[in-house]
Every structure is written in C-alpha cells, then in structure tokens.
C-alpha cells in the first residue's frame, strides 16, 4: 500500500520554466492538499480539493495552479517558477476536508535558480 | 489573526519526561493536533484534542485548554528516536489547519 506517491522527489529548476509536481493517492480519500515547508514557518496552505472537481485556495497561491480531475491525482504547476518558490512540497490527504489528521507524501524539494 | 506558538528548540535526556507546549489563537476552533516529523521526512499524525483534559497513547499524552488556547504533548520515557520536530496544528472555524513552525526537540544520550 503506496498510500500516498509524489513526483519528483527533488528538482532543480530555471527561473521561469514551467513544473509540474505530481501526487497520487490510493486511499480513496476525499481531501487532498498542497503544503510547502520552509525553514523557520510553519507549513502553508498552497491550495486544497475537498472533493473531486473542485478545488480551493490556501494562505499562499499566487504563482500555483491545482486540478483535481480524480479522486486519486492532484497535481501542483507552478507556471513560471521564480526562486521565492524554492521549497518543499508536500502533498497530503485526508477522508474528509473536515478531518484534520492527514497523511502526508514524502515531499518534493524545489530548488529555483 | 491566526497564530500558533510554539518553542524552536527543547533538549532533553533519553528515560526522561518533556512536555512540549502550544498555544493557539484562532478564528473558531474545531480541534487541536499534534504530528511528529523526522529530519527529511514527511510529518505523521501523533494526537488529537477537542474537548479539555488529557489523552493518553502509549509514552505520547496530549492535552488541552480551550479556555486558555493552551496545548501541550508531554513525552515520557525518551528514547533516541524521539528526536524530530513536533507540529502543533490547530483547526479554524473552516476547518483549516494553522501550523506552528514546530519545535525541534534533541534528545542527548
């Protein structure tokens, strides 16, 4: 069991070009989320999807774009990356956007040059 | 505005006890949470509180007042594994969780 699977773990980036992070999910849950962890903060809300087909905005979207055409998938593209967005990212889902207690991926760490 | 506080950094000693406070200020609240994350790894979910008093699982307790927006996770029995950092979360009036930056607790042999 996968639980949840996110792709690239670790991606160097230009300034400017287009990346798209991926995250599956196998646990049928309704809640999915982007997080991104930087030193010293806490973890911020990127953007959310309480369901299949919607999709919501967290603390910090600007420069990110979210879909949510399944269940399963909910990937992140950042169009044109700049190096503020160097991160990790965190994917996360949870049986309810109401439930609090997610299940985190393995991160994806961003470097922008 | 939403807030969560939390120490940076705790040092304790493998057997003993530390508690780990939070303390919250919120638009609602729905609950308070707890998660463990290792170095380079992913937070995993520890505890959950929303109702005042303690809850205990295993060496891990929990524990919560609302009426001070007051949390805290009191770990007994350290052991060298138990070196991470700890997230407190809590839960807006829209069920969104607001992180704390997380204290990052060394344990030393």
């Known amino acids: 069991i996968a639980g949840i699977t996110q792709a690239p773990t670790s991606q160097i980036l230009a300034a400017g070009r287009r990346m798209t992070l991926r995250c599956t999910q196998d646990?049928?849950?309704?809640?999915m989320y982007w997080y991104r962890q930087d030193l010293g903060l806490g973890l911020r809300l990127i953007h959310y999807?309480?369901?299949?087909?919607?999709?919501g905005k967290g603390e910090v979207p600007d420069g990110y774009s979210v879909s949510r055409a399944n269940t399963d998938d909910f990937p992140l593209t950042l169009a044109s990356a700049v190096p503020s967005q160097t991160s990790v990212y965190f994917c996360?889902?949870?049986?309810?956007?109401?439930?609090?207690?997610?299940?985190f991926g393995e991160g994806s760490r961003l470097t922008v040059l | 505005g939403q807030n969560i506080d939390q120490p940076t950094e705790m040092t304790a000693t493998e057997g003993a006890i530390v508690q780990i406070n939070c303390t919250y200020q919120?638009?609602?609240?729905?609950?308070l949470f707890w998660y463990q994350q290792h170095a380079g790894e992913a937070p995993t979910f520890l505890s959950y509180?929303?109702l005042d008093g303690l809850e205990e699982k295993g060496r891990f307790s929990s524990f919560l007042s609302r009426s001070k927006g007051y949390s805290y996770l009191l770990l007994k029995e350290l052991q060298m594994k138990d070196s991470a950092s700890y997230l407190c979360?809590?839960?807006?009036?829209?069920?969104?969780?607001?992180w704390g930056a997380g204290t990052k607790l060394i344990i030393k042999p």
């Open positions: 996360a889902s949870s049986r309810q956007g109401e439930d609090g207690e997610l299940f």
């Open positions: 646990m049928r849950h309704n809640a």
């Open positions: 999807s309480n369901t299949a087909g919607t999709t």
């Open positions: 919120t638009s609602g609240f729905n609950g």
């Open positions: 509180n929303v």
């Open positions: 979360a809590a839960s807006d009036s829209n069920y969104q969780l607001i």
